[in-house]
């Protein structure tokens, strides 16, 4: 079976189209990456790719910025409205999307998005109050949960995994919808008995949670979990490591998705092929910028949890470097 590891398992990214890039002293074409909550991974992923990206600026014309947004699925729907040219997304919302399935059957399928590379595994992750009485996942009924803000990656899964279980909202005594960056706070503030959180590990966020108040990091296991990672190539079965966290010293099993960073056909080939040069050509810079890409490897980046085609300017550089 698939076994997603934090040490292993790499999902790739596709970037955004624009107009063609500009030569040196010809204006500038700026691009925006979509990332995530400012405590996740996301938002370093776009924050390195652009100082990567932007340092050679005065060769390619790129200028990049990557804001923080509401996380996958709002990253998404800003590539189809137009309004990012590149953001981070899970591998199961790039497919949903790609789809027009689950949190995008009203948009319907999205055949211009095109994936550029994966990045860090991100199992999804339920930490809980120790004083709350939880201690497996079916435990969530009747408490407080946060389930995330609509946009995020996580709430998508967590809606996914509410289906699967048979849960409604009205089965948890409070569905929360705070953000990422709000969740550790509430956790420690006792205003929840649990959150969750599609991420790379480690990161800010949870950390936040195991340090600030007594937590534990919860199991996500049973034949449907199993199942989930059989049968679809987006999913995996997943472990979080014991002593990553303070209090938390077991391993925990869990399943994940990848993060990847996508595009659209929208975005030139040029612009693609320009940042995904920025990265690859510096990729034991970029993998010293986060803990959660220490172990990246760039054959499992071109080939783990992309779903959509890959994107020309991806292909380019890929093929230059004799990788396909
Ligand atoms: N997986 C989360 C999402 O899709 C974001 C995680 C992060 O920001 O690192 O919204």
Known sequence: ??????????????VGSLASAPTAGAQQTFVNIGTGGQTGVYYVV???ICRLVNRN?????IRCTAPSTGGSVANLNALRAGEQEMGVAQSDQQ??????IGAFADAGPMEELRAVFSVHPE?????ARADSGIETFDDLVGKRVNIGNPGSGQRATMDMLMELRGW?????????ELRAAEQAQALC?????????????????IQEATTSCDTRIIAVTGDDIEQLAADNPYYAIATIPGGMYNNNPDDVQTFGVGATFVSTTHV???????????VFENFDRFKRLHPAFANLDEAAMITNGLSAPLHDGAVRYFTERGWM
Do not use: C, W
């Open 268 to 278: 030139s080939e040029d612009v693609i092929y320009a940042v995904v040069k920025a």
């Open 123 to 127: 199992p999804f992750t339920v930490v």
């Open 57 to 61: 600026t005065d060769e390619h014309g």
């Open 1 to 14: 079976m698939k076994h997603l590891t934090v040490t292993a398992f790499a999902v790739l990214f596709a």
């Open 168 to 176: 409604s909202r009205g089965d948890f005594r409070l569905a929360s």
């Open 189 to 205: 503030d006792n205003r929840v008995d649990a959150i969750i959180y599609t991420v790379g590990h480690p990161n800010g966020s």
């Open 46 to 48: 776009g924050q390195s």
């Open 95 to 100: 497919y949903n999307a790609l789809n027009g």
